[in-house]
């Protein structure tokens, strides 16, 4: 039989040869690297026979696939790790996920953080030991009474087809029901460490047991699973929960679960992000507008919501009539459209709106500002005609990645993703608008992935996902062809014939949600914002009490020059305020003694740096209003 390798070539091997065999025809090295095969687009084990003329490439830990399968590995070990330590454990399901992998268990006592040390010496234990992972077929009335004694498994068997063929695996003492694929051994697997503990719903449902998800991960070496833990503590040490509150930048409160409560210093921050997004949204040609936070129920009939969004949003009812707070703002921009005739002549229209939304959130996914119930979008749509579309994405996408440089996310992944299987508009439609998306893309120099099938049903769309200084990726910014919007609430302009048509629209977001956006920078930064961000950009340190009144003369003129300041008034030490001014985080400290008001000076000194330097006051002003300028980013 031949086989079919990555580069067109054949390779021929034994009847029922496997993915093993062809990484040994293929070389000792990659025999010994490898953990799976891929026949076609499917993942198997290097056990499984292959067919003749099948397409095989060899599945290594360095691919995606391959660390997805190591984690799936490593999650069955810690399956059988728990079972060994906690005799009685019911087990339930055990997937990969970004990052890692988890498993939910139902204990026979409580197992908490400080059994995971226990658990993780048995799982070095088992990883030593090179168990092979052994799958077998067997019927649905063979898995029944496999796995008898284990609730959560015969659930899942008994909600499949009667004639369905169930794999299951064994390695060592532990027999799952699993698809699969596995490592060969248990010694392919490399490095694991566990992470957490949860609770969890069994199948998420908050009627049924709650489980014990013990979360961990794998990589293919120690070293590279070190480096994972180092940023793992460097995102604890971040967390902006934690800073937030350390800051005095935001709360929570049980009065208002999931709605976010902006401190002072907090709200200086977003006016510094809102001023910045105007100024550049204003140079881009964008008109900005505000509609209500509550609309007629009507509205959201039209526009799809009230069938399809239901139960993601808040109602209320007024003179008798039902309402709703707005999940998003496009019908709200939509009727501003409408307000008036519009014609070929008025496009493109840019008209951007960061306007409040709500909606309605479990309670178990609420994360602080990353998953609100309320929060700021900074949405815009453009009305433009067939011909305009290429040209306005462009411009979409120069003012998105402008903005991000900004703020430092310099690496900015991007994803085109395209028709999904249920959609509206015709094959023409969608063609077309794929077309303009790409050659958008393509105009701007960009590499991009493409996602194809995971468009909007209205529409394809272009994903930004920005790294952050931790390597982890978010995506915020998107831009949206809507073929949905126009035809539902019946937009229109007069086009150069004198007849009416559809306008062609575009949703396009930057930040994405504010309050999330404020999330990433503040654990981007450490909560050690730029200066130009900075809630306090200034801090004046008076030496003694009888310095406080030239320590005020120099904080008016600081905020006369448009910077935020605060005054150290507190009776403590100097070398304490400037410390706990570094715990703040503060960009620039001032201290004023006694030869600072007799020469009318300040002694300046900067964040993260312990020297010190004197300047005048008037240059000292010149010198700190620069600083805190928002940085020019070449287009």
């Known amino acids: 039989m031949k086989v079919v390798l990555p580069d067109g070539s054949d390779l021929a091997l034994e009847e029922g040869a496997t993915g093993a065999d062809v990484a040994q025809s293929i070389g000792p090295r990659l025999a010994k690297a490898a953990v799976a095969a891929k026949v076609g687009d499917k993942v198997v084990d290097l056990g499984a026979p292959l067919a003749d003329g099948a397409q095989v490439s060899i ?85 029944t009474a496999l796995f008898a004694d284990e609730p959560y498994k015969l659930e899942l068997i008994r909600d499949l087809p009667e004639d369905a063929i169930i794999s299951v695996y064994r390695q060592g003492e532990f027999l799952d029901l699993c698809r699969g694929p596995h490592v060969p051994d248990t010694g392919r697997i490399g490095a694991v460490g566990l992470l957490s503990i949860a609770g969890a719903y069994w199948r998420g449902k908050s009627d049924n ?56 210093k907090g709200m200086r921050v977003i006016n510094a992000l809102l001023e910045y997004w105007r100024r550049e949204h204003i140079a881009a040609g964008y008109e900005e507008i505000r509609t209500p936070i509550i609309l007629e129920r009507t509205l959201w009939e039209q526009s ?69 119930r309320c929060f700021t979008q900074d949405d815009a749509h453009i009305f433009c005609l067939p011909e305009q579309v290429e040209e306005e994405v ?20 991007l994803e085109l993703s395209t028709r999904p299987e249920k959609s509206i508009g015709s094959d023409e439609m969608w063609a077309t608008a794929e077309s303009a998306l790409a050659g958008a893309l393509d105009r701007a120099g960009l590499d991009y992935a493409v996602n194809p099938g995971d468009g909007a049903f209205y529409g394809p769309k272009i994903d930004f996902h920005i790294e952050d200084v931790m390597g982890r990726t978010w995506q915020c910014a998107t831009c949206q062809l809507d073929f949905a919007m126009p035809e539902r609430l019946d ?81 403590e030490s100097v070398s304490k305020k400037i410390r706990d001014g570094e715990v703040a985080k503060v960009p620039f400290m001032l201290v004023v003694g006694d030869r600072e008001v007799e020469e009318g000076t300040v002694t300046l000194r900067t964040r993260g740096s312990k020297q010190t330097e004197a300047f005048g006051l008037a240059e000292a002003v010149t010198k700190m209003v620069a600083e805190c300028r928002p940085p020019v980013v070449a287009p």
């Not at 490593?74 to 454990?89: C, D, F, M, Q």
């Not at 070293?223 to 929960?241: I, N, T």
């Not at 934690?242 to 208002?256: I, P, T, V, Y």
């Open 209 to 264: 047991t709650m489980l014990t998800r013990i979360y961990g991960t794998a990589f293919p070496t120690k070293k590279e699973l070190q480096e994972y833990l180092e940023r793992m503590e460097m995102a604890r040490q971040r967390d902006h929960r934690k800073l937030g509150r350390e800051l005095g930048l935001f709360s929570f409160h049980d009065e208002g679960p999931g709605f976010p409560f902006f401190h002072p």
């Open 304 to 372: 799809g919501h009230w069938d399809n969004y239901k139960d993601n949003m808040y109602f209320t009812t007024i003179d008798d009539v039902d309402f709703a707070v707005k999940p998003m703002n496009c019908p709200g921009g939509m009727l501003v459209y409408k307000s008036e005739q519009h014609s070929y002549r008025d496009f493109p229209m840019r008209i951007a709106e960061l306007g409040q939304v709500h909606r309605h959130e479990m309670s178990g996914v609420l994360h602080g500002l990353f998953r609100v």
């Open 394 to 413: 462009v411009g979409v996408i120069e003012l998105i990645l402008r903005m991000y440089r900004t703020f430092g996310f310099d690496k900015v992944h």
């Open 491 to 571: 937009l229109e302009y007069v086009g150069e014939d004198n007849q009416k048509h559809r306008p062609v629209m575009l949703h396009r977001v930057v930040y994405g949600s504010l309050e999330r956006f404020l999330g990433i920078l503040i654990e981007h930064y450490g909560g050690a914002f730029p200066a130009w961000l900075a809630p306090v950009q200034a801090a004046v340190v008076p030496v003694a009490d009888r310095h406080a009144e030239y320590a005020a003369e120099v904080k008016s003129a600081l905020e006369e020059a448009g910077l935020r300041v605060d005054v150290d008034l507190r009776s």
């Open 59 to 143: 599945v290594t830990p360095d691919s995606p696939e391959g660390l997805d399968v190591i984690r799936h590995s490593a999650a069955h070990v810690l399956a059988e790790a728990a079972t060994r330590l906690y005799p009685g454990t019911k087990v339930a399901i055990g997937p990969a996920i970004k990052d890692g992998f988890y498993y939910d268990f139902e204990f026979p006592q409580p197992v908490g953080e400080d059994d995971l040390p226990r658990l993780n010496e048995e799982i070095q234990r088992l990883l030593g030991a090179g168990s092979p992972f052994e799958r077998r077929e067997v019927s649905k009335e063979e898995a």
